[in-house]
Nanobody, 119 residues
Framework: QVQLVESGGDLVQAGGSLRLSCAAS????????MGWFRQAPGNRRDLVAL???????NYADSVEGRFTISRDNAKNTVYLEMNSLKPADTAEYYC?????????????WGQGTQVTVSS
């Protein structure tokens, strides 16, 4: 019914930059909070950044000052600009969104996109 499609993951050298995108498609009325999470092999899925409907943001301490989350409501898309990348940032990055449809709220996940940072 609703899909979150991610793009932008790649192999990059330490100190480099990447821009991730996540576009929502399907049948819905409204998208609320959106965010990015990441999961390294053998680890749990951790919060990276959140952005609310009014543009307020929250960041994990490990990415504060290096990553920037933004959204384009006209395109139903959320972005993650990643700068000064470190090997510790290597993980599968997942898009997340609160989707409202016909008075119901449902949370969705993207399929994930791999980010690998080489030293």
């Amino acid at each position: 019914q609703v899909q979150l499609v991610e793009s932008g993951g790649d192999l990059v050298q330490a100190g480099g930059s990447l821009r991730l995108s996540c576009a929502a498609s399907g049948s819905f009325n409204y998208i609320g909070q959106m965010g990015w999470f990441r999961q390294a092999p053998g680890n749990r899925r951790d919060l990276v950044a959140l952005i609310g409907t009014s543009g307020s943001t929250n960041y994990a301490d490990s990415v504060e000052g290096r990553f920037t989350i933004s959204r384009d409501n006209a395109k139903n898309t959320v972005y993650l600009e990643m700068n000064s990348l470190k090997p510790a940032d290597t993980a599968e990055y997942y898009c997340n969104a609160d989707v409202h449809r016909d008075g119901r709220l449902k949370n969705y996940w993207g399929q994930g996109t791999q980010v690998t940072v080489s030293s």
